[in-house]
Nanobody
Framework: QLVESGGGLVQAGGSLRLSCSAS????????MGWFRQAPGKERVFVAS???????SYYTDSVKGRFTISRDNANTAYLRMNSLQPEDTAVYYC????????????????WGQGTQVTVSS
């Protein structure tokens, strides 16, 4: 129901834009966000945006570099600038609770993930 795209290999300092397409318009009722999981590490919150598109939230390590957005057609985006090797991870699109939500349990819907690899 959530399908990510836009991952790939990029050099440090480069940019990527991830997209997340939701299969149903009812996803407009949910907050959406992104998590990531690096090799051997836990899955962690990256960013989220409210269903009204009025507020967004970021983990400290990506503030000022990543931008989350969504349109009215059930698609969410994550623009990632100034990428660093430590941003290498599988990125997951999520949908669920609205507001400032950063826990895995806050999101009922998950995509399959897209790989982002940043080379040094």
């Amino acid at each position: 129901q959530l399908v990510e795209s836009g991952g790939g290999l990029v050099q440090a300092g480069g940019s990527l834009r991830l997209s997340c397409s939701a299969s149903r318009r009812t996803f407009g009722l949910y907050g959406m966000g992104w998590f990531r999981q690096a090799p051997g590490k836990e899955r962690v919150f990256v960013a989220s945006i409210t269903r009204s598109n009025s507020s967004s939230y970021y983990t400290d390590s990506v503030k000022g570099r990543f931008t989350i957005s969504r349109d009215n057609a059930n698609t969410a985006y994550l623009r990632m600038n100034s990428l660093q090797p430590e941003d290498t991870a599988v990125y997951y699109c999520v949908a669920g609770a609205d507001g400032s939500r950063s826990r895995i349990v806050d999101y009922a819907y998950w995509g399959q993930g897209t790989q982002v690899t940043v080379s040094s």
